[in-house]
């Protein structure tokens, strides 16, 4: 349902304020609205303005924004440490915080960038280290005394080996040799490896012809690999240690001081908070006027909250709403009970205008027998049964999933009673098994009654929402659409009774009489509601066709399960058969869970709420201290 809302002023000394709103921030019940003081001064003389700010308190604010993009500056450089809360009064000592903010920046920055350059530097050793140990076993068999010069190479893309090689052989008339091997991330490396004489014009040839080299620091250039690798080795150690010891030093400091800045900050933010919410009160001479809106039910407590702690200097009034500013009341659904977990589905909808309705009741009283229509069947309404169960009594700390498993409790309880109804447990196997029969209607053989009882169900709910629709547009003083929605619904039942008549002619029903109270009344209709309203008369009744589709889905979901008994049955043995009749069976269990939900939502939201329901609500967001 929707919360019933008040609108409300709130008046004090000046001095006042700031303590005001931290308690309406630690309470959450009370949205401020500037739009409605800013209505009421509109094209009339007012002793109120919007509050100003004094100088002493624009400077303080300007402090509080500066010291807060410090902290955070901080912040993001220490590493977010699962600390316990520092025991810390804030305001007394945030002069001192923000000399030190400066001190700790600039160690932080230091760490950060020495940080920074080990990482680097690492990343690089560890690079060098595994191309040169890819290539250490080609050298193996390699004499101590060799008179070869070695060269790395980087090969980004093996369709370039062939090329790389072709060349080398061509600039170093044949004295060279390319070798290739592959890192353990899959990488291409290769060895090139010609006489001392020839290093020099390789280099060169490698310069001009931009062969990525592996370049060396200076001292390790001249080395063996192995000495390169050994060297490389122990650099990287050296390197790993290094950055350890800066990343201890910055946990140190974080250590340190992370919770005192932490609850810095968070005084910081409400402050600053409180700060922004004073652009929505007004002032005048002496006191500070604040209006907006909060929930009916909680008027008298915030009122009582307010005198006591203020000692009557700050008193809350409850003022009328006005017809104009009905669509500026903020909007707070709340169903209690069995409706809760529905708020699941209503939530896929835009907000309902507070003059509307809520959708979730009507959700929850007729989406569970929608669902319980199409699926029809015990056997599979005790398993969805024993699955609601599961979701929502296991999963109580995931609410979205505990909501749903509930939700679908509800559609599994109506499954099998329209299971019962219809005569139904997996298909025909409550027939051929237990001699199972229908209480009503046989869906597999019944399809005209099963036609007319989803068209019956249609015009019912589709008729619920005109007059749901009727009675909105009178509350609202809409008498124009409220008349154009009950001539809409008169004639579609005068055409429905006349199609009956037309259809059983034996029936009570006189054709003549209907069709002319259908030739009256259907130019009164174009006359009030203009040229389209015929066309909104038809689509009235293609939204009730519409709902045959809760026999044609129900239809097919029973054909499907009893073609599963018969495949089971066909193979000739037990285990395979119960087998393959459980896999068709789980298919159309899922697809009982699916398609239903869809179209029971679907019937929802397109044919019924169109009738009646106004969206596009305005969200009730009331100062709170989760919100900045």
């Excluded at 370049?215 to 990287?236: F, K, Q, T, V, Y």
């Excluded at 600053?272 to 006027?289: G, I, M």
């Amino acid at each position: 349902m929707i919360v019933r809302m008040a609108k409300v002023e709130i008046l004090g000394p000046k001095e006042q304020l700031m303590a005001v709103l931290e308690l309406l921030r630690g309470r959450g019940a009370f949205q401020p609205d500037p739009g409605l003081m800013q209505a009421a001064a509109h094209g009339a003389e007012t002793l109120t303005r919007g509050l100003v700010l004094s100088a002493t308190e624009i400077r303080e604010r300007l402090f509080f924004e500066n010291l807060q993009t410090r902290i955070r500056s901080l912040l993001t450089m220490l590493p977010d440490l699962p600390l316990a809360a520092a025991a810390l009064q804030p305001l007394p000592v945030v002069d001192v915080f923000d000399e030190l903010v400066d001190r700790h920046l600039e160690e932080a920055e230091q760490h950060q960038v020495r940080l920074e350059e080990l990482r680097l530097e690492e990343a690089g050793l560890s690079r060098d280290l595994v191309f040169w140990e890819t290539l250490e076993p080609m050298l193996a068999d390699l004499p101590e005394e060799s008179d070869l010069e070695f060269f790395g190479i980087t090969i980004h893309d093996a369709r370039h080996l062939e090329g790389i090689r072709a060349l080398l052989q061509e600039r170093l008339y044949g004295q060279c040799r390319v070798s290739v091997a592959t890192t353990p991330d899959g990488a291409l490396v290769g060895l090139v490896a010609t006489s001392r004489q020839m290093a020099e014009q390789l280099r060169m040839v490698m310069t001009d012809e931009r062969i990525p080299e592996l370049s060396l620091p200076e001292d390790l250039a001249g080395r063996s690999i192995p000495d390169r690798i050994l060297a490389l080795r122990h650099r990287l150690l050296d390197c790993q240690v290094a950055r350890e010891q800066a990343e201890h030093s910055l946990e140190s400091l974080a250590r340190r001081w992370l919770p005192s800045y932490r609850q810095v900050l968070a005084w910081l933010e409400e402050r600053l908070a409180l700060y922004r919410a004073t652009a929505t009160a007004y002032e005048t001479r002496q006191c500070f006027v604040v209006e907006g809106w909060m929930a009916a039910s909680e008027v008298e407590t915030l009122r009582a909250d307010l005198s006591a702690q203020f000692a009557g200097q700050v008193v809350l009034e409850q003022l009328e709403i006005l017809n104009e500013e009905l669509e500026q009341v903020p909007v707070v659904l709340h169903n209690p009970g069995y409706f809760a977990p529905f708020e699941v589905f209503s939530s896929l909808l835009p907000l309902p205008k507070y003059t509307s309705y809520d959708p979730t009741p009507f959700i929850g009283l007729f989406f569970p027998v929608l669902f319980g229509m199409i699926l029809g069947d015990i056997g599979y309404g005790f398993i969805l049964l024993c699955l609601s169960f599961g979701l929502a009594r296991g999963l109580k700390g995931h609410p979205l999933i505990s909501n749903l498993g509930k939700v679908l409790g509800a559609a599994a309880v109506y499954t099998l009673l329209f299971g019962v109804l219809f005569g139904e447990l997996f298909g025909d196997l409550g027939e051929r098994w237990f001699n199972l029969h229908p209480l009503w209607i046989d869906r597999m053989h019944a399809l005209a009654p099963m036609i007319i009882f989803s068209i019956s169900v249609g015009v019912a709910h589709v008729l619920f929402g005109l007059v749901l629709g009727i009675w909105t547009d009178l509350r609202r003083q809409r008498g124009r659409e409220a008349l154009l929605k009950f001539l809409s619904m008169v004639l579609t039942l005068l055409t429905i009774l006349l199609l009956v008549a037309w259809l059983v002619p034996d029936s009570w029903l006189a054709v003549r009489p209907l069709l002319g109270g259908i030739l009256l009344l259907l130019p009164l209709l174009v006359v009030i509601g203009g040229l389209l309203a015929p066309l909104e008369l038809l689509k009235t009744f293609g939204n009730i066709v519409s709902y045959v589709r809760i026999m044609a889905i129900g239809l097919c979901s029973v054909l499907l399960a009893v073609v599963a008994n018969r495949l089971g049955g066909a193979t000739g043995d037990i285990l395979a058969g119960l087998l393959v009749a459980g896999v068709l069976h789980a298919f159309n269990l899922l697809l009982g869970v699916f398609a239903p939900t869809v179209h029971s939502l679907r019937l929802h939201y397109v044919e019924f709420f169109s009738k009646f329901l106004d969206l596009g609500g305005r969200r009730f967001e009331p100062l709170n201290r989760d919100r900045p």
